[in-house]
């Protein structure tokens, strides 16, 4: 039976970091890159003479080899050498270098949450396509969501903030010359929530470390999205601290909102794919005299309003630019909901572990609890914090100039803030102009939640995709997106049993049924405009 520990930090992993691109049987037909020579090199004795290597002399990087460890071929599984170590003073490190059958490419795997442990099996699908593999546990060792770790620790900060993935980088691109006789020819980053964070900061900061990044559901500031997360789990409580909503009043408002947009896209289908534009209020479940059943009371409706307006300032005005978007409230469970055991949601401990990152030193006390929050004051004092953490630079001049690709994606049922995304890369295309889409581009997953699942298609390829665009100049005009179903298989292009498959298009297009074709494929589905 799988420990607590272990759970909290699946769950974790699964729900705020863990996708940086779906396994291998999600793969187009026929890619190239699968097809080229593979390089042939056979190791193991270079494997062994790494952990005895002097890399303390990298430029920005000063690195320590703990341990290497190779691993022979078995069935499916390549054989690799893993090269485990840190970059002074405390960034922790995996590389995974595969020996017959490197590809020739590099690329690292975010992490998720808060870091502080090394997930080797972020490494094993790119692994298998052959590829140099990075993952790190972003400057400190840590369980479950904790911050501790940053408590009195600037260093520590900055390293989880911005400074461990770039020093990684350079020391993984070292070690790579090192055992392998020259630099990868192509890096790519790939990561989603805390990973899209840092995927960002790449693109922003360190424009020359990768030529390809796949930034998944970024918190474009760190401090909009815990506060964000604060207004609503505290929105669903009355004075008492008791839920307001419940799990039925969440399908309730589900229901409905599907009622009033799901066809939107032309088809009935649970997907809402514009929930931007949806019109969807609360307030048309209102009890009364003639609807005593299957309606919410006003404190119910004045939650769900507050979740879907997001932090408002004491005029009434929006903090970030909005919440919750129609369609996501079955996902407002694992945020805002106690379990079925009574306690408090996992997301609800998560921010306030949060906060206690984002308040400068001296740190809260440690008995401090979410609901101490000020709304009206205390957000102003997240800004120092912020700094050192935040991926809202929306001028990525320097990375277009460098030749970089940039593939953005998040979930219209993701609670984290999907509004924040689009308005960053409008700034980015403000910045750009018309420049922008031969760079980057934004793909928004009707239905999806937080880096995947939900009711939407959100098994995507992407790093296929980014290797086209960045190896082929191949831009990434249509993504094949899969919802497996249960029991079933992904992979064939096609669709899957007791699943279906959908298109999607770079914003600002999204995928409307042609009204003929099987509903079930994505063929049958064709761009359109946004409004």
């Not at 090192?178 to 900061?205: N, V």
Request: net charge neutral; glycine share 12%.
């Amino acid at each position: 039976m799988m420990s607590k520990s272990a759970k909290t930090w699946r769950l974790l992993y699964l729900s705020l970091g863990l996708v940086g691109y779906s396994s291998p049987s999600v793969a187009k037909a026929e890619d190239p890159a699968l097809a080229r020579p593979a390089i042939q090199v056979s190791n193991l004795s270079k494997c062994n003479e790494i952990r005895k290597a002097d890399f303390s002399g990298i430029k920005e990087a000063p690195t320590q080899i703990i341990s290497t460890e190779y691993s022979e071929r078995s069935g499916d599984k390549i054989a690799h050498c893993v090269v485990e170590g840190y970059v002074t003073p405390q960034v922790g490190f995996k590389i995974f270098l595969p020996d017959f059958g490197w590809n020739g490419k590099f690329i690292q795997i975010g992490s998720g949450g808060h870091g502080g442990v090394i997930f080797d099996s972020g490494c094993a699908a790119a692994l298998q396509r052959g590829y140099a593999c990075l993952v790190s546990d972003l400057g400190h060792k840590g369980a479950g969501g904790d911050t501790e770790w940053a408590r009195g620790n600037l260093q520590a900060r900055m390293d989880w903030g911005f400074r461990a993935t770039h020093v990684a980088t350079v020391a993984a691109k070292a070690i790579i010359q090192y055992y392998y006789g020259r630099l990868p020819s192509h890096s790519y980053f790939s990561g989603c929530s805390t990973g899209g964070r840092q995927a960002l900061q790449e693109a922003q900061k360190f424009p020359w470390d990768y030529d390809g990044i796949i930034a998944g559901a970024p918190p474009i500031r760190l401090s909009d999205l815990y506060v964000t997360f604060a207004w609503g789990a505290l929105a669903n409580r009355d004075a008492s601290g008791r839920m307001l909503l419940d799990r039925r009043d969440l399908d309730l408002l589900t229901k409905a909102a599907l009622a009033k947009c799901d066809m939107d896209d032309g088809l009935r289908d649970g997907l809402i794919a514009q929930p931007q534009q949806c019109s969807f209020r609360p307030s048309e479940l209102v009890c009364s005299e003639q609807r005593t059943s299957q309606c919410l009371t006003p404190a119910q409706i004045a939650a769900a309003e507050k979740i879907y307006s997001g932090p408002l300032d004491e005029e009434g005005k929006s903090l970030y630019g909005g919440g919750a978007l129609p369609g996501s409230e079955r996902q407002w469970e694992r945020y805002y909901l106690d379990n079925i055991s009574g306690e408090l949601p996992y997301f609800f401990n998560l921010t306030g572990g949060g906060f206690r990152m984002l308040f400068s030193d001296p740190q809260l006390p440690v008995d401090w609890k979410l609901k101490s929050f000020d709304f009206e004051k205390d957000f102003k004092m997240l800004d120092v914090m912020q700094s050192i953490y935040d991926s809202s630079n929306p001028d990525l001049t320097r990375f277009m100039n460098a030749g970089g690709k940039l593939i953005m994606f998040i979930g219209l049922n993701d609670v984290s803030m999907p509004n924040a995304v689009i308005d960053y890369y409008r700034k980015v295309g403000k910045i750009s102009g018309s420049k922008t889409n031969s760079f980057a581009r934004l793909f928004l997953l009707p239905g999806v939640d937080h880096c995947g699942g939900g009711p939407g298609a959100g098994s995507v390829d992407y790093l296929t995709y980014l290797e086209d665009w960045v190896e082929r100049q191949v831009p990434p005009s249509r993504l094949f997106a899969v919802h497996p179903g249960v029991g079933s298989r992904t992979g064939t292009g096609e669709s899957v049993a007791n699943g279906f498959s959908r298109p999607v298009f770079p914003y600002p297009t999204y995928p409307k049924y042609d009204g003929k074709g099987d509903p079930s494929k994505s063929e049958s589905f064709v761009p359109a405009e946004m409004p």
